[in-house]
């Protein structure tokens, strides 16, 4: 039964990775070309100051791919892989979940999995290290940004399943809703705690000491020497707008992986007995 | 277990079924993994197939645009 849910669930992954790239070519790829647009500007400017300065003007690396490849066929294939991975992990999830979460029928249960996919692997760590368009990110603190988003995704998915268990544990003494309800208490407490204690990305150690203390990395306006605006900082609305759309791609692939599977995993349940597994 | 067909609109049964079905689960899991790896890590703090930029460079939207550090 396992390898029917692995199927359904990669194929349902495909899918959603499939919607998510259409709306992603659709509402995505023109606030990443601001974005990028923006970061060639910015260099321009910068290569003046530099040369104003009798600076070293940095060359410009070229890119293996086109900009066309990357905003039509890289974003595709990435995204609909991506989703191939998530169906993966749903699968998995469900799998396991199937018998050891209380009275929940099958059809809830993928859209409560696909749920808790969506919060632990993207939303709750990007309340914390939220989704940057192009031009946004210091070279410096790649390994550093990467090692933090990564801690923050699997510290989501450890709070997730203890929330879970803990929330099987209560049941025995609470009803089943205040059961819930205080087991994710307690999974946004332990959050909070941790996106306190982790360091913001501006406050990292070569971004304090390059540009003094900030929130984020996001680029300031450029100045020349005497101080004067040479070029304007990250514009705002198309940070908030990638974003924004960001958390709207991840929201409709996990509702698609939710919903797709939900009536094959129900399928699939019917056919075979109780105990029964293949 | 011996419970006949539970029907499927009640609940749902357990489903596990002994240490094949362990592995297909487990060779899910690396699957996915990897797959999450090379789109969203690879080739920014660490690189598998050397040292170019060809896997980042490709889904180089994908990746901002999923969440993950870059750049
Ligand atoms: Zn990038």
Redesign the interface.
């Known amino acids: 039964m396992e390898r029917q849910f692995i199927a359904r669930g990669m194929l349902a992954g495909a899918l959603g990775g499939l919607l998510a790239f259409l709306f992603a070519r659709i509402f995505a790829e023109p606030q990443i070309q601001r974005a990028i647009d923006y970061e060639s500007g910015r260099d321009a400017a910068q290569s003046l100051l530099d040369k104003a300065a009798g600076l070293p003007v940095e060359a410009e690396g070229s890119d293996p791919f086109s900009r066309a490849v990357q905003g039509n066929l890289g974003i595709g294939v990435g995204m609909i892989l991506f989703g191939v991975a998530m169906g993966g992990l749903f699968a998995v999830a469900y799998t396991l979940a199937c018998g050891r979460v209380g009275n929940v029928r099958p059809r809830p249960l993928a859209l409560l999995v696909a749920l808790g996919g969506f919060l632990a692997l993207y939303l709750v760590p990007f309340l914390k290290y939220p989704a940057n368009p192009p031009a946004i990110g210091h070279e410096d603190t790649i390994r550093e940004r990467s090692g933090l988003y990564l801690l923050m995704v699997g510290v989501s998915v450890v709070v997730l399943v203890g929330g879970v268990w803990l929330g099987q544990r209560l049941r025995a003494r609470f009803t089943a809703w205040n059961a819930a309800l205080l087991a994710a208490l307690a999974c946004a407490v332990v959050l909070g705690a941790v996106m306190l204690l982790l360091p913001s990305l501006g406050e990292l150690k070569a971004n304090v000491d390059q540009y003094g203390h900030h929130a984020t990395e996001t680029p300031l306006p450029l100045k020349d020497p005497q101080g004067r605006i040479v070029f304007p900082g990250f514009p705002a609305d198309v940070l908030a707008s990638f974003r924004l759309y960001s958390v709207a791609a991840q929201a409709l692939l996990w509702a698609t992986i939710g919903v797709a599977f939900a009536p094959l995993a129900e399928r699939v349940l019917r056919r075979a007995p109780a105990g029964a597994a293949a | 277990?011996?419970?006949?067909?539970?029907?499927?609109?009640?609940?749902?049964?357990?489903?596990?079924?002994?240490a094949r079905?362990a592995l297909?689960?487990f060779g899910?899991?690396l699957?996915?993994?990897a797959?999450?790896y090379?789109?969203?890590?690879d080739q920014?703090?660490?690189s598998v197939f050397g040292d170019?930029?060809?896997v980042h460079?490709?889904?180089?939207?994908?990746?901002?645009?999923?969440?993950?550090?870059?750049?």
Request: hydrophobic share 45%.
């Open positions: 277990m011996t419970t006949p067909s539970l029907p499927a609109e009640r609940t749902t049964p357990v489903v596990l079924g002994g079905a297909w689960l899910t899991v699957f996915s993994v797959l999450y090379f789109i969203g890590v920014g703090a660490t170019n930029m060809y460079e490709f889904v180089h939207d994908a990746r901002h645009f999923l969440g993950f550090p870059c750049h």
